[in-house]
């Protein structure tokens, strides 16, 4: 990891400061399962995180945090910035908001579960009859917690207000469902369904930017259009082989988790990079030798 001050952990990302206005983000091969995160790392998983992330960034018209992936100001040995090729980003520091603005295209998931169990906060305002998977009358815009551990929880619009401010509110929510649309329009196009996503935006000089990853398998739920059946479970372009294998090991979800074996690795790394080059059009191959270059 590079010799600057290291400023944060996530469960995938590692955050370090440039100067007094930017962060180096750098997205690692971790993978994470119910809130644990494996010791088993899946090979160029960070590259495609962000390497979506900077596609997406430059088809959104949309003000953003990205600054570059030009890291050799920041006196980075050569070592190091092979090491970072593909996987970090320079970005403008943000006073980000403590909500996720999660927007929903199909009915899955957790807001799945809510709508058979009578609806809440994500459900409340849908229509009777609806099944899994099944694509919903408009985008939702459902915000949730950040929490710091555990689950993010969903949060009513007044919950979410109270938070962020109404002004603030009604400007991320607005952006959250075009930013959705365009994205799955694109996708669409491309043999892909955006079921749901989610966003953050931050302040940046007064004004408020998308921040963070944007549009990855890990903050996303994309669907091969090809296999996706309303009334039934669909498989996604994430961490599925992951948590199918956790499942069937009998793991109980405390920490440690088992290892992963190697079939478990490979099958996770190509979903992922099939969603990258779905997704952008671009070989992986090729995007990773641009990123070294």
């Known amino acids: ?10 469960k995938v990302r590692e955050i370090y400061e440039v100067d007094a206005d930017h962060l180096l983000f750098v997205a690692t091969d971790r993978v994470s399962a119910y ?33 570059t992936t030009d890291l050799s100001g920041l006196g980075l040995s050569t070592v190091e910035r092979a090491d970072l090729a593909g996987r970090a980003m320079v970005v403008r520091r943000a006073d980000v908001l403590p909500i996720e603005c999660v927007v929903r295209g199909y009915l ?18 849908l229509p009777s009859g609806l099944r899994q ?10 915000p949730a ?15 979410a207000c109270a938070l962020v401010g109404e002004g603030a509110y009604a400007e991320v929510r607005d952006r959250s469902v075009a930013l959705y649309v365009a994205a799955a329009d694109h996708a669409a196009s491309r043999g892909v369904i955006l079921a749901d996503t989610k966003f953050e935006f931050g302040f940046i000089e007064g004004d408020l930017a998308l921040v963070d990853e944007v549009l990855t398998p890990d903050s996303s739920r994309w669907w091969p259009a090809e296999e996706w059946r309303p009334g039934a479970a669909v498989p996604s372009f994430d961490k599925q082989y992951v948590r199918d294998w956790l499942d069937a090991s009998g793991w109980d979800h405390s920490p440690p988790a088992p290892e992963l ?14 969603a990258f080059e779905r997704i952008t059009g671009q070989g992986f191959e090729d995007y990773v030798g641009e990123a070294g270059a």
């Open 261 to 274: 074996p190697a079939d478990v690795v490979v099958g996770t790394r190509a979903r992922y990079l099939e």
């Open 35 to 67: 809130d644990v995160i494996l010791s088993t790392p899946i090979p160029d998983k960070g590259r495609v995180l962000t390497g979506l992330s900077l596609f997406f960034f430059d088809l959104l018209a949309t003000t953003h945090h990205f600054i």
């Open 145 to 159: 917690t950040k929490a710091a551990t555990g689950h993010d929880e969903n949060l009513s619009e007044a919950d």
């Open 108 to 125: 899955y998931g957790s807001a799945w579960r809510e709508y058979q169990t009578g609806g809440g906060p994500t459900t409340e305002g």
């Open 133 to 142: 998977a099944e694509r919903l009358p408009a985008p939702v815009f459902t």
């Open 1 to 10: 990891m590079p010799a600057l001050p290291h400023v944060a952990s996530g």
